[in-house]
């Protein structure tokens, strides 16, 4: 058998070597039109700032080192131009001759290419750039010289982040453009508040609900849509992805959402024996079973080594992804798996959501930071629909952890019930995932009642009010406007001071002790409610709405 792999990288590579492991006898051809077929395409960004201090570190692995291992064919700057399915062909060209290839199975992973808006001026601009590729960095460094010193980023989402990041840390004036109301969109607004103020901690100037709608002076003038004129030595377009599917349009494949390459279970095309995988390919949001494009590494490298199994004659399904994913900005971290509030509530499921600020670690162990997690969930049968975190250490952990909770199927109801490693050092007996479990569970079983940081000034307006249980030296870090404070230890014994026919909102610093407030009101005869983030939470999203002493 002849297999033919069209693109390198995470999907092709993948397949092809799966591939090799499953059929020794079959010949590997893999042409990929780049120079390298195996790189690393997340660490480019880390390479601009010189914290990967050598270019070979990109590069994965090369067409001599393929061929000795594993006895690929591999052809870097040769691209297929054509695909004839009814012949079983592709055209090939390569320096400016073109040749047929023959094949038995076909296997597209073209990946995605950026999606470059039509801004006016883009064709004069010299100094504008989109990051895909080795190439791509190669002239992004050219321009990094020491003549630069202001740079544009236009897109916050995760590969726009590591480049103001990267950027700023290679000693330039960074300024950030976000088309949506905020940085890291896949992220809700509350949790992503975290990034953006650290963003402005680091000194990277933020614009959002904006966008570049000229480029002026040969790109040095980035002309915004609010009239608003930016310098840039250097500008980054980062505005999304969208599948590379011109061979597959050309050849008749079957395209789906937004261009992506519709396959089936077994990645098959509707030519059955033309294969596709990774960002290219349309796939199903398996939480929701919708159709969904998720250009992310992991998906696309599983996608490879299962299309290469359905073709040896394994039994392997496509699944679906998740979307699972994580950012690191100047000294905190920002991940996300499954579904957002937003995006849960657009897909019409029945949402309830959670936050929980714990620890990395055991508290009174040195070196403790804060993990703010966010669940979003069905609070009647207790489905887990996704997960954020904000942290300076340890937010990966937990979101793989809940990650996989989701894909394995399960609810809030057996968070608490999960086992982890446990020392001081590297985490708590009740862990910040346990936690978020039995919040979310008092919330199901009825134990607790909450709302939202949005909700908190309509329903103060509507007249209940805030109690917060804070200790008054906490006060000093900023109080809520329309308040009162009584500190949890003093509750039971200042119980009178309150109203039992009026209705509270109860909060502290995290949500912990306003949690146990809320019990013993509730149980007093209290009508109670728990502001889910409390004070920490609502400072990090509206700090103007605060009072400060």
């Given at each position: 058998?002849?297999?033919?792999?069209?693109?390198?990288?995470?999907?092709?590579?993948?397949?092809?070597?799966?591939?090799?492991?499953?059929?020794?006898?079959?010949?590997?051809?893999?042409?990929?039109?780049?120079?390298?077929?195996?790189?690393?395409?997340?660490?480019?960004?880390?390479?601009?700032?010189?914290?990967?201090?050598?270019?070979?570190?990109?590069?994965?692995?090369?067409?001599?080192?393929?061929?000795?291992?594993?006895?690929?064919?591999?052809?870097?700057?040769?691209?297929?131009?054509?695909?004839?399915?009814?012949?079983?062909?592709?055209?090939?060209?390569?320096?400016?001759?073109?040749?047929?290839?023959?094949?038995?199975?076909?296997?597209?992973?073209?990946?995605?290419?950026?999606?470059?808006?039509?801004?006016?001026?883009?064709?004069?601009?010299?100094?504008?750039?989109?990051?895909?590729?080795?190439?791509?960095?190669?002239?992004?460094?050219?321009?990094?010289?020491?003549?630069?010193?202001?740079?544009?980023?236009?897109?916050?989402?995760?590969?726009?982040?590591?480049?103001?990041?990267?950027?700023?840390?290679?000693?330039?004036?960074?300024?950030?453009?976000?088309?949506?109301?905020?940085?890291?969109?896949?992220?809700?607004?509350?949790?992503?508040?975290?990034?953006?103020?650290?963003?402005?901690?680091?000194?990277?100037?933020?614009?959002?609900?904006?966008?570049?709608?000229?480029?002026?002076?040969?790109?040095?003038?980035?002309?915004?849509?609010?009239?608003?004129?930016?310098?840039?030595?250097?500008?980054?377009?980062?505005?999304?992805?969208?599948?590379?599917?011109?061979?597959?349009?050309?050849?008749?494949?079957?395209?789906?959402?937004?261009?992506?390459?519709?396959?089936?279970?077994?990645?098959?095309?509707?030519?059955?024996?033309?294969?596709?995988?990774?960002?290219?390919?349309?796939?199903?949001?398996?939480?929701?079973?919708?159709?969904?494009?998720?250009?992310?590494?992991?998906?696309?490298?599983?996608?490879?080594?299962?299309?290469?199994?359905?073709?040896?004659?394994?039994?392997?399904?496509?699944?679906?992804?998740?979307?699972?994913?994580?950012?690191?900005?100047f000294d905190l971290s920002a991940a996300s798996t499954g579904l957002s509030e937003r995006t849960a509530k657009l897909a019409g499921l029945d949402v309830s959501v959670v936050h929980v600020i714990g620890k990395d670690h055991a508290g009174y162990y040195p070196g403790a930071t804060d993990v703010s997690l966010k669940l979003v969930f069905n609070a009647t049968t207790g489905d887990i629909y996704g997960a954020q975190g904000v942290g300076a250490k340890g937010v990966d952990k937990r979101i793989d952890i809940l990650a996989t909770a989701i894909k394995g199927g399960l609810t809030i109801?057996?968070?608490?019930?999960?086992?982890?490693?446990?020392?001081?050092?590297?985490?708590?007996?009740?862990?910040?995932?346990?936690?978020?479990?039995?919040?979310?569970?008092?919330?199901?079983?009825?134990?607790?009642?909450?709302?939202?940081?949005?909700?908190?000034?309509?329903?103060?307006?509507?007249?209940?009010?805030?109690?917060?249980?804070?200790?008054?030296?906490?006060?000093?870090?900023?109080?809520?406007?329309?308040?009162?404070?009584?500190?949890?230890?003093?509750?039971?014994?200042?119980?009178?001071?309150?109203?039992?026919?009026?209705?509270?909102?109860?909060?502290?610093?995290?949500?912990?002790?306003?949690?146990?407030?809320?019990?013993?009101?509730?149980?007093?005869?209290?009508?109670?409610?728990?502001?889910?983030?409390?004070?920490?939470?609502?400072?990090?999203?509206?700090?103007?709405?605060?009072?400060?002493?």
């Open positions: 058998m002849k297999i033919v792999v069209v693109g390198g990288v995470a999907g092709g590579m993948s397949a092809a070597t799966r591939l090799r492991r499953l059929m020794e006898d079959a010949e590997i051809v893999v042409f990929e039109k780049g120079p390298f077929v195996s790189f690393a395409n997340c660490g480019l960004p880390y390479y601009v700032s010189g914290e990967i201090a050598e270019r070979d570190q990109l590069l994965v692995q090369t067409p001599e080192a393929l061929k000795a291992r594993f006895n690929l064919d591999v052809w870097p700057m040769h691209e297929v131009i054509e695909i004839i399915p009814q012949e079983h062909k592709v055209k090939v060209l390569h320096e400016g001759a073109v040749s047929e290839e023959s094949y038995d199975k076909l296997i597209l992973s073209p990946g995605a290419k950026p999606f470059i808006p039509a801004i006016k001026g883009m064709d004069q601009a010299e100094n504008v750039f989109s990051l895909r590729n080795l190439p791509d960095l190669d002239r992004i460094m050219a321009a990094v010289t020491d003549q630069a010193k202001e740079a544009v980023v236009i897109g916050a989402g995760f590969i726009g982040l590591e480049m103001a990041e990267n950027l700023s840390k290679r000693g330039l004036k960074v300024t950030i453009v976000e088309k949506a109301p905020h940085v890291l969109p896949p992220l809700d607004e509350e949790m992503a508040a975290a990034v953006q103020n650290e963003l402005l901690k680091q000194g990277v100037k933020v614009i959002t609900s904006q966008s570049a709608v000229a480029f002026e002076s040969q790109g040095k003038k980035v002309v915004l849509e609010d009239g608003t004129e930016l310098t840039s030595d250097l500008t980054i377009l980062s505005v999304g992805v969208q599948p590379e599917n011109t061979l597959a349009e050309q050849a008749g494949l079957e395209l789906g959402l937004r261009g992506g390459i519709v396959v089936n279970e077994n990645y098959q095309t509707n030519e059955p024996d033309v294969y596709a995988v990774g960002d290219a390919i349309v796939v199903k949001q398996q939480i929701t079973g919708e159709d969904a494009l998720i250009s992310l590494a992991s998906p696309a490298n599983r996608q490879g080594r299962q299309a290469a199994d359905a073709i040896a004659g394994l039994n392997r399904k496509n699944k679906g992804s998740i979307g699972t994913a994580i950012v690191r900005m109801f057996d968070l608490p019930e999960l086992e982890f490693t446990y020392a001081p050092p590297f985490g708590s007996a009740k862990d910040p995932v346990n936690m978020l479990g039995y919040a979310a569970m008092n919330l199901a079983e009825g134990l607790s009642h909450s709302i939202q940081w949005h909700e908190l000034k309509q329903e103060l307006a509507s007249g209940k009010i805030l109690l917060d249980v804070r200790n008054e030296a906490e006060l000093s870090n900023g109080r809520f406007k329309q308040s009162m404070n009584i500190p949890l230890n003093q509750l039971r014994g200042r119980i009178g001071e309150l109203d039992p026919s009026q209705e509270y909102i109860v909060s502290c610093h995290s949500g912990l002790r306003s949690y146990v407030a809320e019990r013993i009101l509730v149980q007093n005869g209290f009508k109670v409610q728990n502001l889910d983030g409390a004070f920490a939470l609502y400072k990090t999203v509206l700090p103007e709405e605060l009072d400060y002493v």
